[in-house]
Structures are given as structure tokens and as C-alpha cells.
């Protein structure tokens, strides 16, 4: 099986621009989280979708926000960028259903800088 | 904002060594879960142990949790350099099935 693969795995970008970011999860998985990991403030939660609706919300503004398509596939988009949005941005896909065990699949995630 | 701490927050041991890294979390929880993570790579999850649990073993690994005082403790046995990495626990907090909430982790070195 596939792992969750994440696009681009680098990128440069400078303040005021925007940015998406791709997530295909593992296949059969249909939920998809998002995280921001940064040397200051760690690993933390910016959402999750399953079936296409955002389920869970993290304590982000809203310049970050993201979608799920019908084949559960996710991108997720920061507008307005600024100096502290770099950092590396982790998608998980885990399997949700009588046999879930909890677990997230991480992708290698990307990183991103803004200049 | 992040559930809890580990201790400590970077650890080096020689090869064969054990190492033991402990977590602390502030709220109720549905399961706690242990990941790695290699630099500027993606996390791996390793174990995952419920509430209602109290110890759990997988390989070299064993976890522990005390939900009375709300920690738990990871210990790798007979380490390895390829060990060397970031580790890190989650917890699902009571009611949130996917939401998992990162400690700071611990920064582990095993030399060769």
C-alpha cells in the first residue's frame, strides 16, 4: 500500500502570497488531519476532514482552511502569508471504522518557507 | 497549544542502552500514543495504548500509563544508533476521536 503522499515537499514563498498544499491519504482511508510543526510552538493541530466535511478545528486564524475531495484526497490553503507560517506542514490519514485502531499515517510533509 | 511536557527534553545514551522518556498530559484521555519522527521528516507512529491500559509492549518498547497522575513513560531497550530520532506522545483527549494533541518530545541520541 501506498503511504500518504504530501506535494510539493518544499517550497518558498514571500509574505502577503498564498499557498496550497496536497495531501493524498493511504488508500481506504478516509479521514485527514493536518499539522503544523514549528521550533517554537511544536506539533499542532489545524484540522481534520472525513467525508468531506471539516470535523475538527484547531486554534488557527482564518487565513488557514482546507478542503476534502470525494476521493478523500485534501489540500489545505494559507492566504495572506506571513513570516511565522513557515514551518513544515504534516497531513495524517488514518482508517475510520469498526477496525480502527486510533493510529495516523504521516506524510513526510512539506516544508515551507516564507521569506 | 500543546497537551503536556516530556522529560527530559533531550536524552544521549551509548548503544545497548536503555532509554527511558516520560510524558505528561492535562486532561482526560480516550488513548495515548508514541511517534517518531526523524529530522525534518514525517512521524512514525509506534504504540498506542488505551485508557483502561496500564502497560503495553511491542518489540524493544514498552509504554506505561498512569492516568491518575496523568503520564506515561516510553522505554526502548538495548537501544540502537538507527534509534536516534525525536520522540513524541499524543493523546486523544475523552470524546475527540481523531484530535491528537503533541507533547514537546524528547530529542534522543544513541551513540555508536
Known amino acids: 500500500k501506498a503511504g500518504v503522499t504530501q506535494t510539493p515537499r518544499y517550497l518558498i514563498k514571500t509574505r502577503g502570497q498564498q499557498v496550497t498544499l496536497s495531501c493524498s491519504p493511504i488508500s481506504g482511508h478516509r479521514s485527514v488531519s493536518w499539522y503544523q510543526q514549528t521550533p517554537g510552538q511544536g506539533l499542532q493541530f489545524l484540522f481534520e476532514?472525513?467525508?468531506?466535511?471539516?470535523?475538527n478545528k484547531g486554534n488557527f486564524p482564518g487565513r488557514f482552511s482546507g478542503r476534502q475531495f470525494s476521493n478523500s484526497r485534501s489540500e489545505m490553503n494559507v492566504s495572506t502569508l506571513e513570516l511565522g507560517d513557515s514551518a513544515l506542514y504534516l497531513c495524517?490519514?488514518?482508517?475510520?471504522?469498526?477496525?480502527?485502531?486510533?493510529?495516523?499515517?504521516f506524510g513526510e510533509g512539506s516544508r515551507l518557507t516564507v521569506l | 497549544s500543546q497537551q503536556g511536557e516530556e522529560d527530559p527534553q533531550a536524552l544521549s545514551i551509548q548503544e545497548g542502552e536503555n532509554a527511558t522518556m516520560n510524558c505528561s498530559y492535562k486532561?482526560?484521555?480516550?488513548?495515548l500514543q508514541w511517534y517518531r519522527q526523524n529530522s525534518g521528516r514525517g512521524l512514525v507512529h509506534l504504540i498506542l495504548?488505551?485508557?483502561?491500559?496500564r502497560e503495553k509492549h511491542s518489540g524493544r518498547l514498552r509504554v506505561t500509563l498512569d492516568t491518575s497522575k496523568k503520564s506515561s513513560s516510553l522505554l526502548i531497550t538495548a537501544s540502537r544508533a538507527a534509534d536516534t530520532a525525536s520522540y513524541f506522545c499524543a493523546t486523544v483527549p475523552s470524546g475527540s476521536a481523531r484530535q491528537l494533541t503533541f507533547g514537546s518530545g524528547t530529542q534522543l541520541t544513541v551513540l555508536p
Open positions: 486532561t482526560s484521555i480516550n488513548n
Open positions: 495504548i488505551r485508557s483502561n491500559e
Open positions: 476532514y472525513f467525508s468531506e466535511t471539516q470535523r
Open positions: 495524517a490519514s488514518s482508517f475510520v471504522g469498526a477496525m480502527n485502531t486510533g493510529e495516523l499515517f
